[in-house]
Structure formats: structure tokens, C-alpha cells
């Protein structure tokens, strides 16, 4: 049985076992009242029944009178087996009893976490992110089925990854893993965590010294909802309304998001009221900005940044030799931009890197600084989104030709029609002795072949089913033996070598044989100096599931067919393209 539902078994007999403890009296008197009844029974099967209700009843009175602290030290001494390994961990620890109160904190959690015994573990957390209720009840629903939770929380400060371990005796182990690179503290930049119907659920105190008493709902301090990430944001503050740039540090890129978003709220003020160290503290910021003049010209950039742009330092570079513009020249959008004639709508630019192709998406906003006008670029990571946004773009191209395909393939099979019937009326003319037989023969196989090309074709487009039959793999390849020796020319040697026990097979036989012949024919093209093409079926049986890449094949008999060439291989970089339709790579 795992610890788990071991646990799980623990807890709901600590349950019974509480549940019968107001009871206690009842059940002893009941039992006393028994063992009466049956001393002045003259009936010998009557007073036993009734001394074996008794001892069942005295039993249960045991139970609840000592088997909750039994339960509660077997507790104990199961902890103390773990305790000498989490005392030493290098994250905070806290073990949670069944009712998700603290029972154990290692030193770091008490700590960094402020743990006590008898805290709600929501109560631990809650120092630490923004709505840890959520993550509870994830974690529950977690090890309900036997798994162990883990999430990564994203913060201003670094991320925590949560981790959530079943113990016996109903316990579960905590442990947060908190990346504390940065140096400053949250106090330093304004961020609050907003739900996704836009509730505020956090603020941290710089957002509250910013925004006052505000920053206790959207509607308060954002008179335009609702707020745009990666945009200047006129939000009401203490002072006043106030430009303030927001950036979604929940963003991951990729088009994926969670329950809540964590927003920081950068203002965008003046010279004469701007700190000195203003942009040593968004080094740091998991954001990536750039600083730019209104000719493009680079002039601050932080570490994010310059991870983007795989440089060591970008000050005094032109973006327009990083990057390639949104179809036009970037001098000219940056121009546009800094004038108030762009699109506030971000870009996505290519990266000019030579190690990889990196996709970048590129907001600008103009600020006004010491009587002049720079732009502001935030800079995220878009290679995941245009990645997908390819495959999707390659699946409209797809559907496209399967659709063509369709259409072709039925009035060419109405041409095929026409040539079989001709070629069929042909051979009744001509007997076998005819010297013509032969080539009308030839004619009439190669047109059943075209028709199975097309067969193909409408399969390929969603518009045939495949005919699956019980065949040999032996006599299929005698069939088409005549038609690869023609294909492989004269420099190359054809070989078939069979398992002498060569089981059959169910398979699409058109299919089957069009695809040995395209792998004939890469062979072939494989070895211009000539070479030996082999042909090898054999039985495999799999007693377990074959995995391979994201396919598996379930346990059962199979027959192997592999085709052998002498030839050049198939370059690294086309390995993946083996399975597109109409790849000539």
C-alpha cells in the first residue's frame, strides 16, 4: 500500500475513533447492560450472545479512550524518522497534519516563513505569494490521485517552486524552493496580483505607497480598464493621475496564463523627479527593456535585454542591425513611433542571430526626457508563439492540398476508367498467344497501379477508408518485383531475403506496396555509383509496449520489413522530414 493511501486509511480511523469519543458512556453503560442480561439469562445461547456483544462493545469503548493519542504518537514517531533529514534541508520545510495545521518546521521555515505550530498552512504561505488558498486546494486535489504536486510561482522578487509530498499518517510535506537572486527587496518596484476577472487580490507596499487607498480595486486606481501590459497607463495614484508603464510578469510568451497575473507598475516620471539609480533598479526587473533614441540608437539596455539580444552590451548599437523590421526599414517605425504616428500595437521582429532563429516582440512607447523624446522597447521572447504560429499556418497549407488532392484525384480516376475498360477490351480480343498479350498486360497492372495512386491520394485528403486484408508479405513483394528491379536501374543489386516462417499479415496492400516502392527509390537515389538494395521481412513478437518517439505499438505479433541500401544516409537536419507528404528533401 503507498504512504499515501496509507495515510488516507490513518485519517479516516482517527476520524471514527474521535467521532465515538462523546459516546464513550453510552457504549460502556450498553455494555454493562449486556453483560447483565446475560448472567440472569437461563438460557446458555442467549447469555453467550449477549457476553460477545458486550466484548465487541467494551472493545469500541477501549478504542476511543486510548486509540487517538495511540494514533497521534504512532504520528509522531513517523515524523521523527524525517525529521533528521528536513532539519538540514536547504529549503524551507513544514509538515501539515490532516487538518493542514503546522506540526513541524524545519529552521529555514521558521525563518523565512514565520511557521508555528498549529499555523494553517495557507496562513504559512500567504508571506510569500499572493493567493496561496489556490494553491492548497490544487495541491489536495494532487494527492488525492496519488501524485506529488508541484508549481512554480512567479514573482517580482524570483519564483518559488512549491512542492507537496504525502507522508503516513495523514501528513504532508511542504517544501518551497525560493530563488532569491535578486537583490532588492518587493518594497522596490509597485506590483499587484490581479485575478483573471481583474479582482485585486495583492498589493505590494510599494504599490500601495504608490497608488494609497486605491490600490484596493481595479476600478480605483485604473480610470480606463482595464489595464494594458506592455503599454503607458494613465492609473490614479496618491498624487494624482500619473503615466505608469505595466508589465505582465506572469506572461510567459507562449499564449499560456494562470488564475492570477502579477503587474508592475513602472512610473513613467519626469527628470527633475526621477531617482539616479533608476535604471540599476530595472536591471534587475525580469522585464527586457531598452532605452532608445528617436534615430534607434541604443543608449541603456538591462541584463533581460541583452540575454535577448546575445550581446554583452548594446549601448551605442543601432536596433536595426540586431533585428530585421515588421516589413519596412526599422529606422523608419522607430521614427513613426517616437513622432506619435505608429501603432501602440506591439511588433514581432526577427533577431539577426547567427546561432539561432529567435522571434522578438517588440512594444515602443515615447516618454519625454530632459526636453527630448526617447523610446522605451520592452523586449519578450515570441519564438514559441511563432513556432506555433508556423504549424498552424503549415496545417491551413496541408489542408489545402488535401482538398487539391481530392478534386485531382477523382477526374484522374475518371481517365483511368476509361484506359482500363479499353485495355480490358484489348486482352478479350487478344488471346495469350498474341504477341501484344504481354503489353496490354503490363498496361493494365500499371493502370491498377495509378488507381491505387489515387486511392492514395483521396486517403491522404480524408476521403477513402483504407481496405485492410489478410495477405502474404511474400507474395506481395514477388508481385512487385519486376516493376523495382526496373526502378533500381542497372548499378544497383535488388535482394529479398524472408523469414523462412513468415507470418501474414493485415494491411492495405496498395498502400503497402507504394510505400516499399518509394523506399526502393530513396535507396536508389542514395547510391549514384551503384550499390545493393536489401529487402528483409522477419516475425517480431513484443511481450511489452515499444515505445518510440511519441508513438507506441502494443505488445503482439508483428512482421518487420526493412529496406537496406549501401548509400550516403539521410542528413541530421532532414531526419524530421521523413514523415511530411511530399518532402523531396
Not at 488564475?259 to 527586457?288: H, K, N, Y
Not at 517480431?540 to 509496449?545: I, K, N, S
Request: charged share 20%.
Amino acid at each position: 500500500m503507498s504512504d499515501q493511501a496509507f495515510s488516507g486509511q490513518g485519517t479516516s480511523i482517527a476520524a471514527t475513533l474521535s467521532s465515538w469519543q462523546p459516546r464513550g458512556k453510552l457504549i460502556l453503560g450498553a455494555a454493562l447492560l449486556f453483560v447483565a442480561a446475560a448472567i440472569l439469562s437461563p438460557v446458555i445461547f442467549i447469555s453467550m450472545t449477549f457476553l460477545l456483544v458486550s466484548g465487541v462493545l467494551l472493545a469500541a469503548w477501549t478504542a476511543a479512550l486510548i486509540g487517538p493519542s495511540a494514533l497521534e504518537r504512532w504520528r509522531h514517531h513517523s515524523l521523527a524518522r524525517h525529521v533528521a533529514v528536513l532539519e538540514v534541508d536547504p529549503c524551507p520545510v513544514v509538515v501539515t497534519g490532516p487538518d493542514d495545521q503546522v506540526i513541524f518546521a524545519n529552521p529555514l521555515a521558521k525563518q523565512k516563513l514565520a511557521a508555528r505550530s498549529k499555523m494553517a498552512i495557507a496562513d504559512v504561505l500567504q508571506g510569500v505569494m499572493a493567493d496561496p488558498q489556490n494553491v492548497v486546494i490544487r495541491a489536495r486535489a494532487a494527492l488525492k490521485s496519488e501524485q506529488n504536486f508541484r508549481q512554480k510561482i512567479r514573482r517580482l522578487t524570483g519564483d518559488i517552486d512549491v512542492g507537496a509530498m504525502a507522508l503516513k499518517g495523514g501528513m504532508t510535506a511542504w517544501r518551497l524552493d525560493i530563488d532569491e537572486d535578486g537583490s532588492r527587496s518587493d518594497g522596490d518596484l509597485p506590483t499587484v496580483t490581479l485575478t483573471q476577472d481583474d479582482t485585486v487580490v495583492h498589493a505590494n507596499p510599494a504599490a500601495r505607497n504608490l497608488l494609497g487607498s486605491h490600490a484596493d480595486a481595479l476600478a480605483l486606481f485604473c480610470p480606463k480598464p482595464p489595464l494594458q501590459p506592455g503599454a503607458i497607463n494613465e492609473l490614479r495614484s496618491a498624487r494624482g493621475l500619473i503615466p505608469c508603464f505595466v508589465h505582465d510578469l506572469t506572461d510567459t510568451g507562449d499564449g499560456t496564463g494562470g488564475a492570477t497575473r502579477d503587474l508592475a507598475l513602472i512610473p513613467a516620471v519626469d527628470e527633475a523627479v526621477q531617482p539616479s539609480d533608476t535604471w540599476s533598479l530595472l536591471e534587475t526587473l525580469p522585464v527586457a527593456l531598452l532605452r532608445l533614441s528617436s534615430e534607434g540608437v541604443i543608449e541603456l539596455s538591462n541584463r533581460p535585454a541583452r540575454v535577448i539580444l546575445g550581446v554583452e552590451s548594446g549601448a551605442g548599437r543601432r536596433l536595426s542591425e540586431l533585428m530585421d523590421g515588421p516589413g519596412r526599414s526599422v529606422s523608419d517605425w522607430l521614427r513613426d513611433a517616437a513622432d506619435g504616428r505608429g501603432t501602440v500595437q506591439p511588433e514581432i521582429l526577427q533577431m539577426r542571430r547567427k546561432d539561432k532563429d529567435v522571434f522578438v516582440q517588440v512594444a515602443l512607447n515615447p516618454v519625454r526626457d530632459g526636453g527630448k523624446t526617447v523610446l522605451i522597447a520592452v523586449l519578450q521572447d515570441a519564438t514559441k508563439l511563432k513556432s506555433l504560429e508556423l504549424q498552424f499556418v503549415q496545417s491551413q497549407k496541408m489542408q489545402a492540398i488535401g482538398q487539391l488532392a481530392g478534386g485531382v484525384a477523382h477526374d484522374f480516376n475518371n481517365l483511368l476508367t476509361a484506359i482500363s475498360g479499353h485495355c480490358d477490351l484489348l486482352l478479350l480480343r487478344h488471346g495469350v498467344d498474341d504477341p501484344t498479350y504481354p503489353d496490354l498486360m503490363q498496361i493494365s497492372q500499371n493502370a491498377n497501379r495509378a488507381a491505387a495512386l489515387v486511392g492514395q491520394l483521396l486517403a491522404y485528403s480524408r476521403k477513402q477508408m483504407l481496405r485492410l486484408e489478410i495477405m502474404s508479405l511474400r507474395d506481395m513483394l514477388s508481385d512487385v518485383t519486376h516493376l523495382l528491379n526496373r526502378l533500381v536501374g542497372e548499378k544497383v543489386v535488388l535482394t529479398l531475403d524472408h523469414d523462412p516462417d513468415l507470418w501474414s499479415v493485415r494491411a492495405d496492400k496498395r498502400q503497402l506496396e507504394q510505400v516499399l516502392m518509394n523506399l526502393v527509390v530513396n535507396a536508389r537515389d542514395a547510391m549514384p555509383d551503384g550499390g545493393e538494395v536489401v529487402i528483409r521481412t522477419k516475425n517480431c513478437l513484443l511481450e511489452a509496449p515499444l515505445k518510440r518517439d511519441r508513438a507506441e505499438v502494443a505488445p503482439g505479433r508483428y512482421v518487420v520489413v526493412s529496406v537496406e541500401d549501401q548509400g550516403i544516409g539521410i542528413p541530421e537536419d532532414f531526419i524530421d522530414k521523413v514523415f511530411e507528404p511530399f518532402n523531396t528533401s
